[in-house]
């Protein structure tokens, strides 16, 4: 038999979700509507995928044999479209570029100017992405490039072209007896609660705590958040502090928040993510751009 993806979209949708209901919401349909495409489904394959009397609803032993493929060829398919996509924007010129939560102030607008100069055939659209998505939405080619903060997880299949090396600074409370000081060091954070994050891989969170710390002191975690406005909010009410990147400071200002330097810390790379073997005449341009704007201010401003 053919295997409808839409029909399988839907099943994948109610175990994420573990209650058709909150399925039905996210997929805009009825819940009947939705009970009834599990249904045909299931008539299809001639087995059972869900054990409705589980709260929340989970998959039978035939759902979870089916799943894992299932999901990897929903994924292909959303590639392929993706391909189909970027395919079009690259015939009228549009090129999606993404960035996260603060880009590289400077250096972003200088690439951008240089893009506009030596190829004003290129429209460039901006689009923020979560933390966690930062490489995976150049993968999924989500976006065409995207201005990437390390770690990335899982690098394959993809490029990187060293933008620029930022410091990293500390967020603190404005009432915090280090916010007064120039600089601090990393043992000075000793014992301060650290933004946690639980979408993003772990790798990437204790990266970005220093952890582990020299000194051996174990890095405590605080709140979650999921942004930097959260992550704002939460150091500015003293709930934790925060290392993020210098460029921040050229988007994000919070009246109860001081951002310090940190003395003893590697800078931070930031480098422009696209995939390998990437034949887009806009991303060929934009990769000249970033090499010209790294070359003329140095990576290590």
Known sequence: MDLNLHLVRYLVAVVDEGHFGRAAARLLVSGPALSKQIRTLERRLGVDLLDRSAHPVVPTEAGRRFLPDARAALAAADRAVAGIEAYRRDLHGVLRLGFMSAATGTHTRRILELLQRDAPEVSVQLVQLPWHEQASAVRDRTVDAALVRPPVAD???????????????????????????????????????????????????????????????PVRYGPVVHTMDELLEVVGRGAAIAITGGSVLDSYRHPDVVFVPLLDVDPCPISLCTRTGEQSALVAALRDATRSVRDSFGAGT
């Not at 600074?169 to 280090?178: D, E, R």
């Not at 994050?197 to 220093?210: G, K, N, P, T, Y």
């Open 155 to 217: 690098p394959g299949g993809l490029r990187f072209d060293l933008v620029r090396h930022e410091p990293r600074i500390v967020a603190l409370p404005a009432a915090h007896p280090l916010a007064a000081r120039s600089a601090v060091a990393l043992a000075d954070l000793d014992g301060e609660p650290h933004v946690d994050d639980d979408l993003s891989d772990e790798v990437w969170v204790r990266w970005w705590a220093c952890d582990p710390r020299p000194s051996g002191v």
